[in-house]
């Protein structure tokens, strides 16, 4: 029997890399690597080897026959729909790819050091590639705990997805890795410090900061954007423990603007019962929170059509299975034929079935839990004396939704970093290859390079940062073997001493 990947791929590739017969695509040098939802596996080469299944950092891959009597049984078809709707590349026969070598130092630069800026996926990708060159690195992080995305992005009930931080763990316990956490660059050391002590600076500072919805009221207490509530349940540091109360006496109604995989995951969480919770690493002051939650509806609501949502179907199908969930569909004539007209495999294909139900904004919520997904609304204000209380959502019609708690996942993007070009019309650093760049000039700027988000923009998952570090750190090897940036500049001990001298 073949092998078919599962929900949680992380895209990293490593199952790509030791394929025998090359039948996992997309691969890191095909087009739609990075933009597709996950990898598959075509069930026409597959050996059955179970190569891939070993590399698999995340544990998403399995032999088709254990999948099809469990809960996974859909992504046989999907992995197999995949190459129906795929035709090889002109001259692939779908057999052995040519192989690929990572670069190495030349002796010359062999004693490199190299300070990288986060802990984060990104950031960890990097630091691994550059130790497989013989480099030593220095990782430094605002907060006094390393993981970044890792630790407080994902959601804790998506323990697979979790598990590519035990990957991580081996690259941090490198003797060559030097960890400084709970230090911030710009605040406790300069750009330039960093330099005085390492031949080159990779920032991987990702997506801080969050896009906005531009309407009246979205700042009232009861309104937040999406990263401090994934921060919040994920105990990250600089969340606060109270941040939000979901205890309102009787059941009550949660709104979710933005319909990608961030956004399903609140609304899963908010859905889910606590108990199921308890066994996850979810922060002990969110499960209490949860368990006293009176939240039994949650609207999710997307500016655009069914066939264009965000969210991926590995993240939608598990809600849809659900026996304790009801799950609705709420749109205009427009939305429900674009799902009934629907061809198969596509994102309105999966919501074909469901029952059909329009807000009442006079209604309360029942005591069963619902979600209700919402299309082509977008959001024109947030009301509320001092506290949300409503949402008016705007569609054929005006309508003022009474909710106790909003949630806005629309987007995040990167702030500038200190001492670096920055385009505030894509909120990155501009590069060449991951060699920063002045846009006035185009000359390379010396030594600094970037990764991940503050890289590409806000966009791909965890394991698309594999190839993106990969191409950072090709360049920066590159560099050192020409000369452009010097080796053996400063030592771990050294900068050490300069971090004792601030305290």
């Known amino acids: 029997m073949p092998y078919a990947i599962t929900q949680s791929c992380c895209s990293d590739a490593s199952c790509v890399s030791v394929c025998p017969v090359n039948c996992i695509h997309p691969t890191p040098d095909e087009p739609d690597f990075g933009t597709t939802e996950m990898l598959y596996v075509d069930p026409r080469a597959c050996i059955d080897c179970g190569a891939c299944a070993d590399a698999c950092p995340v544990d998403a891959i399995f032999p088709t026959e254990s999948l099809l009597a469990g809960p996974d049984a859909a992504y046989v078809e999907l992995n197999r729909a995949h190459y129906d709707d795929t035709a090889a590349p002109e001259g692939d026969d779908r057999g052995w790819g040519a192989p690929t070598f990572p670069v190495s130092l030349k002796p010359h630069a062999a004693r490199l050091r190299v300070a990288v800026v986060g802990t984060g996926p990104s950031a960890s990708y990097t630091a691994s590639a550059l130790l497989t ?190 026996d304790d969930l009801d799950v609705v569909v709420d749109g205009d004539d427009a939305t429900l034929a674009a799902i009934s007209d629907a061809s198969p495999g596509c994102k309105a294909a999966a919501l074909q079935g469901l029952p059909v139900a329009r807000l009442d904004a006079a209604a309360p919520a029942g005591h069963r839990r619902r979600l209700v997904l919402r299309f082509g609304t977008a959001v024109a204000g947030v009301a509320g004396p001092d506290h949300v209380t409503s949402v008016r959502l705007t569609d054929a019609e005006a309508v003022d939704l009474p909710t106790a708690l909003l949630l806005r996942s629309v987007g995040y993007r990167s702030e500038p970093v200190a001492g670096l070009p920055f385009d505030t019309d894509t909120h990155t650093v501009p590069h060449d290859a991951g060699r920063v760049v002045d846009p006035a000039t185009g000359a390379a700027v010396d030594a600094a390079y970037v990764v991940g988000w503050v890289k590409r923009g806000p966009r791909g998952g965890i394991g698309s940062n594999r190839a993106d570090a990969s191409e950072t750190v090709a360049s920066i090897v590159a560099d050192a073997n020409a000369g452009r940036i010097g080796a053996g500049r400063g030592s771990a001990r050294s900068f050490r001493r300069l971090l004792r001298s601030r305290d």
Do not use: K
Request: net charge negative.
């Open 133 to 322: 060159t013989s480099a030593e690195v220095t990782m430094l992080d605002r907060l006094p705990v390393p993981g970044g995305l890792v630790r407080f992005g994902v959601a804790p009930d998506h323990g697979s997805t979790r598990a590519i931080a035990d990957r991580f763990a081996t690259v941090f316990a490198n003797p060559r890795l030097q960890m400084c956490l709970g230090v911030e660059v710009g605040r406790d050391v300069t750009h330039a410090e960093l330099l005085e002590h390492h031949d080159a600076v990779v920032y991987a500072v990702g997506a801080s900061a969050d896009r906005t919805l531009g309407v009246p009221g979205e700042d009232l207490p009861g309104s937040l954007p999406a990263r401090r509530f994934v921060g919040w349940y994920n105990g990250q540091p600089e969340v606060p423990a109270d941040l939000v109360d979901l205890d309102h006496g009787t059941p009550v109604r949660a709104v979710v603007v933005g319909n990608g995989n961030v956004a399903l995951d609140l609304a899963r969480l908010l859905l889910t019962e606590p108990e199921e919770l308890a066994a996850t690493p979810i922060a002990q002051h969110a499960l209490s929170a949860l368990r006293r939650s009176t939240v039994r509806e949650v609207v999710l609501v997307g500016r655009r059509g069914p066939d264009d949502a965000a969210y991926s179907l590995s993240e939608l199908r598990p809600l849809l299975a659900r």
